[in-house]
């Protein structure tokens, strides 16, 4: 082929859906819950601040307990089979793009009218630097190289479910690894939803907070257009994360969440282990901060209980405790970014919404908030984070990208990794 000669068909496709005023984008999401795969097909017009979404359809394809268990195995903790997850990588795409085929076809949606498929693939270990040291080399391993400091200085994370692999098997060109680009150009890795909560819900009179309650809580500050305050990102701690480990310990038969907040509904807070899981730190710090089960872990809650004295606390009263921990460090750092909440709109998107207790907490908690549903606005808060990863597609394939770290007004860089099918 001569040097002036048409592209390739792969990249023609893609130049094409690029000059388009709209794209069609398959989104993805498998969070620290492991409850399944969600999926979300978004039609997307635009880019950049004139980004707009229309969510066709979405739905969650649940992991069945052998494949919950291959995942529980790897994600999050300290010492993993390489092997394990060298073979988990590989399988976990295919499996995704097989989930993805499926779901297409029971929508009667041809693969061939999609343009890309946007996945976020599954944490299995998450470590700003701030938060987890690295370990010491064991078994004579020598130290990893040094690149201008040493590992521990760096924020890290690993994202598994190989886009080779899943755009091979959709056939679709497909976007992945996201969270590299953003630790590339100075950011912590995570909360990605900052970027796109801009984009889709900024621009507008009303200050707003958009606040994710999946395994660990996040939020986004949008102080609307007639201020000239910078917005405010970042996680807060935990949200469901504690929570749904103390109900697969003390509740197996509740399928591993609290369902609606009943089970800490019929608790007691227990105000001395409170104390003692407040007092952490991390929460003390300012945002943005990025954090992950790596370190609100079942260990941290084991310490915390042995401290207050309560190693004999029920499940009830356990799971009350830590939902009330949620409560209080959400509010605190919503508190501290916006002062009065009086007439504050909230949304909020995740599994946490539809746990009435802690609602009801965080209402009690934030007197005056404006509760706003986020459907309401054409983003079912529950498919908000696969559509989170289309619009970060939409945006590495027809836009300018993002100011990295969010609000820095740095140079903008696109995120994902372009895997092609052929």
């Known amino acids: 082929m001569s040097m002036h000669s048409s592209p390739p068909a792969r990249w023609a496709r893609l130049m094409a859906a690029a000059g388009r005023p709209e794209r069609r984008i398959v989104g993805l999401m498998s969070g620290t819950s492991l409850d399944g795969l969600d999926i979300a097909l978004c039609r997307i017009a635009g880019h950049g601040p004139a980004?707009?979404?229309?969510?066709?359809?979405?739905?969650t394809t649940p992991y069945t307990p052998a494949q919950r268990e291959y995942l529980r195995g790897v994600v999050s903790v300290d010492t993993v089979s390489l092997a394990a997850l060298t073979r988990?990588?590989?399988?976990?795409?295919?499996?995704?793009?097989?989930?993805?085929?499926?779901?297409?076809?029971?929508?009667?949606?041809?693969?061939?009218?999609?343009?890309a498929v946007a996945s976020h693939g599954q944490t299995v270990f998450h470590a700003p630097a701030a938060q987890v040291a690295a370990p010491a080399p064991?078994?004579?391993?020598?130290?990893?190289?040094?690149?201008?400091?040493?590992?521990?200085?760096?924020?890290?994370?690993?994202?598994?479910?190989?886009?080779?692999?899943?755009?091979?098997?959709t056939g679709l060109a497909t976007f992945s690894d996201?969270?590299?680009?953003?630790?590339?150009?100075?950011?912590?890795?995570?909360?990605?939803?900052?970027?796109?909560?801009?984009?889709?819900?900024?621009?507008?009179?009303q200050a707003r907070v958009l606040l994710n309650l999946g395994g660990i809580a996040n939020i986004t500050w949008l102080p609307g257009s007639a201020s000239h305050?910078?917005?405010v990102a970042g996680d807060t701690g935990p949200a469901n994360t504690l929570i749904d480990w103390a109900v697969r310990r003390h509740f197996p038969q509740a399928q591993g969440f609290d369902p609606e907040g009943r089970l800490a509904a019929e608790g007691r807070v227990?105000?001395?282990?409170?104390?003692?899981?407040a007092a952490h730190p991390f929460f003390a710090q300012p945002l943005p901060k990025s954090t992950g089960p790596e370190l609100f872990s079942p260990a941290l809650v084991e310490r915390a209980l042995f401290d207050a004295g309560a190693a004999g606390l029920s499940g009830h009263d356990l799971v009350a405790t830590l939902t009330r921990l949620t409560v209080d460090t959400v509010a605190q750092?919503?508190?501290?970014?916006?002062g009065d909440t009086a007439a504050l709109e909230l949304l909020v998107s995740g599994g946490g919404l539809h746990n009435r207790t802690l609602r009801e907490g965080l209402e009690q908690a934030l007197p005056g908030i404006r509760w706003r549903e986020l459907a309401a606005l054409g983003i079912p808060p529950d498919a908000k984070e696969a559509?989170?990863?289309?619009?970060?597609?939409?945006?590495?394939?027809?836009?300018?990208?993002?100011?990295?770290?969010?609000?820095?007004?740095?140079?903008?860089?696109?995120?994902?990794k372009l895997s092609l099918p052929d």
Do not use: C
Request: no cysteine; net charge negative; proline share 7%.
């Open 51 to 59: 980004t707009r979404v229309t969510v066709e359809q979405w739905l």
């Open 88 to 115: 988990l990588h590989g399988w976990l795409g295919e499996l995704h793009g097989r989930m993805v085929l499926a779901a297409l076809d029971g929508w009667g949606v041809r693969p061939e009218t999609v343009d």
């Open 138 to 169: 064991q078994g004579g391993a020598p130290a990893a190289p040094d690149a201008g400091g040493e590992p521990a200085s760096r924020h890290a994370t690993l994202q598994i479910g190989d886009g080779d692999r899943l755009a091979v098997v």
């Open 178 to 205: 996201f969270r590299q680009k953003e630790i590339a150009g100075g950011g912590q890795g995570a909360p990605l939803a900052p970027y796109v909560d801009a984009l889709l819900f900024g621009g507008v009179p």
């Open 229 to 231: 305050a910078a917005p």
């Open 270 to 277: 227990h105000a001395g282990l409170l104390t003692a899981l």
């Open 333 to 338: 750092a919503i508190r501290r970014v916006v």
């Open 387 to 416: 559509v989170l990863f289309a619009v970060l597609a939409n945006e590495a394939l027809a836009g300018a990208g993002f100011a990295v770290p969010f609000g820095s007004g740095g140079r903008p860089l696109g995120f994902g």
